[in-house]
């Protein structure tokens, strides 16, 4: 939210990297205090953090990316494509102060009850590009202020042979009013840089999580652990969709015997509108001509808008063909996510120790053909020869494949 990215039309297929110097400083300043009173205890911190980056300034060229086109009075004043030479990925100087309150009250030995209360406000100073707005001005103050305000709550209790937990979690993330203004490329019928559409900060928005946990002993050395968590991002920016999560959890740690022990897991998630791009892909994927293998033919005339008569309703542009004609979501974000996870462990002594452990995730969302599974088997090691060293050696192999659709344009004269 802090870092500032350069992006040309070419990189969004191509890798572009440099390197770059990182001379970063963060400096704390943190109070404190805790009070005890009877069953309740109270505890108070202030933090203040300081941001400063002294790292070299990264420079791209934009006038190597593309041909000159178009009136240079125009061409020069609104396309980042001829601005010249401009920096990029540098991150802001920044303020930071937070106040955190917690309470805990302990009703019996088996319930308690904990909370706190943080109050955060992040103050963010810009730049304009090159000291000089070229790029890009600031309208009133260049200082950026951000707000974060959070509840938390804990629940701990035993009704018979069951533990059980329930936590919440509320907080709002309430930051800059700020607006940025591209050129309107949603409507063909209008020259986009004779119309402004403005996008709004993805920052703000309002978070409730919730959780519940239950934990049952099947046997000796054997226990059962259920639990649900419950998540709602609500985003300040309508364009942006609100996301739920719902996840279901359950485990087993059990000691087979005095040198043996087993842990296994599985989470299942059901989410609803993850972060996703609304008609990012799929040039004419649905209106165009299909000529199979899911290529799909669109001609001149299909942008050309009778009764207009302007210099743009004759040619086709990047702007007036390629953008109103995406016609697909876009997102690597899945809907449903399985997680299997488990671990075996051996102890032959008090100072040897070995485990075998694997981790398998399948993450999907078909909405947009997406699937992306994970496979991370490893083992480790742990010897200590005496009380003051011990060494630990461990191997993991991690394996990942992901397919996702994507859409790529041939333009033919």
């Given at each position: 939210?802090?870092?500032?990215?350069?992006?040309?039309?070419?990189?969004?297929?191509?890798?572009?990297?440099?390197?770059?110097?990182?001379?970063?400083?963060?400096?704390?300043?943190?109070?404190?205090?805790?009070?005890?009173?009877?069953?309740?205890?109270?505890?108070?911190?202030?933090?203040?953090?300081?941001?400063?980056?002294?790292?070299?300034?990264?420079?791209?060229?934009?006038?190597?990316?593309?041909?000159?086109?178009?009136?240079?009075?125009?061409?020069?004043?609104?396309?980042?494509?001829?601005?010249?030479?401009?920096?990029?990925?540098?991150?802001?100087?920044?303020?930071?102060?937070?106040?955190?309150?917690?309470?805990?009250?302990?009703?019996?030995?088996?319930?308690?009850?904990?909370?706190?209360?943080?109050?955060?406000?992040?103050?963010?100073?810009?730049?304009?590009?090159?000291?000089?707005?070229?790029?890009?001005?600031?309208?009133?103050?260049?200082?950026?202020?951000?707000?974060?305000?959070?509840?938390?709550?804990?629940?701990?209790?035993?009704?018979?042979?069951?533990?059980?937990?329930?936590?919440?979690?509320?907080?709002?993330?309430?930051?800059?009013?700020?607006?940025?203004?591209?050129?309107?490329?949603?409507?063909?019928?209008?020259?986009?840089?004779?119309?402004?559409?403005?996008?709004?900060?993805?920052?703000?928005?309002?978070?409730?999580?919730?959780?519940?946990?239950?934990?049952?002993?099947?046997?000796?050395?054997?226990?059962?652990?259920?639990?649900?968590?419950?998540?709602?991002?609500?985003?300040?920016?309508?364009?942006?969709?609100?996301?739920?999560?719902?996840?279901?959890?359950?485990?087993?740690?059990?000691?087979?015997?005095?040198?043996?022990?087993?842990?296994?897991?599985?989470?299942?998630?059901?989410?609803?509108?993850?972060?996703?791009?609304?008609?990012?892909?799929?040039?004419?994927?649905?209106?165009?001509?299909?000529?199979?293998?899911?290529?799909?033919?669109?001609?001149?005339?299909?942008?050309?808008?009778?009764?207009?008569?302007?210099?743009?309703?004759?040619?086709?542009?990047?702007?007036?063909?390629?953008?109103?004609?995406?016609?697909?979501?876009?997102?690597?974000?899945?809907?449903?996510?399985?997680?299997?996870?488990?671990?075996?462990?051996?102890?032959?002594?008090?100072?040897?120790?070995?485990?075998?452990?694997?981790?398998?995730?399948?993450?999907?969302n078909d909405a947009v053909n997406y699937r992306q599974t994970t496979f991370v088997p490893?083992?480790?090691?742990?010897?200590?020869?005496?009380?003051?060293?011990?060494?630990?050696?461990?191997?993991?192999?991690?394996?990942?494949?992901?397919?996702?659709?994507?859409?790529?344009?041939?333009?033919?004269?």
């Open positions: 939210m802090e870092q500032s990215i350069t992006l040309s039309k070419c990189n969004a297929c191509h890798i572009e990297a440099e390197g770059k110097n990182i001379s970063e400083t963060t400096e704390d300043i943190t109070l404190g205090m805790t009070g005890k009173f009877g069953a309740l205890t109270v505890e108070y911190e202030y933090l203040n953090r300081k941001f400063d980056d002294s790292s070299s300034i990264e420079e791209y060229n934009y006038l190597n990316s593309g041909v000159w086109r178009g009136d240079p009075a125009v061409r020069d004043s609104e396309e980042l494509l001829y601005a010249g030479v401009n920096e990029y990925a540098g991150t802001p100087d920044s303020d930071k102060d937070s106040h955190q309150i917690k309470a805990r009250y302990d009703f019996s030995n088996y319930t308690t009850f904990s909370g706190s209360y943080i109050k955060a406000d992040i103050e963010s100073k810009k730049d304009n590009a090159l000291d000089d707005g070229t790029t890009y001005t600031f309208e009133g103050s260049d200082t950026l202020e951000s707000e974060y305000t959070g509840y938390t709550g804990r629940m701990n209790t035993r009704i018979g042979p069951v533990r059980l937990s329930a936590s919440a979690n509320v907080y709002e993330i309430d930051g800059p009013e700020y607006t940025l203004t591209f050129p309107d490329r949603d409507d063909i019928t209008v020259d986009p840089y004779e119309t402004t559409a403005e996008y709004h900060s993805a920052e703000s928005r309002e978070v409730t999580e919730l959780g519940l946990d239950a934990i049952y002993r099947l046997a000796m050395g054997t226990t059962l652990r259920l639990g649900y968590d419950y998540e709602k991002v609500e985003r300040d920016e309508e364009e942006l969709g609100v996301t739920t999560t719902n996840a279901f959890k359950a485990s087993v740690n059990s000691r087979l015997s005095r040198k043996l022990s087993f842990r296994g897991s599985y989470e299942y998630q059901d989410i609803d509108e993850p972060f996703f791009g609304e008609n990012a892909t799929g040039i004419a994927q649905v209106s165009g001509e299909s000529v199979g293998d899911g290529a799909m033919v669109v001609e001149k005339s299909d942008f050309a808008i009778v009764g207009v008569d302007n210099d743009f309703n004759d040619t086709v542009y990047y702007w007036n063909s390629v953008y109103p004609s995406r016609e697909l979501d876009a997102t690597n974000k899945p809907d449903q996510v399985n997680e299997l996870k488990g671990s075996v462990t051996w102890s032959p002594s008090v100072n040897t120790s070995a485990t075998l452990f694997t981790r398998y995730r399948i993450a999907e490893g083992a480790s090691v742990y010897y200590a020869p005496d009380g003051k060293m011990n060494m630990t050696m461990a191997y993991t192999f991690n394996r990942q494949e992901t397919e996702n659709q994507m859409c790529v344009g041939w333009y033919h004269g």
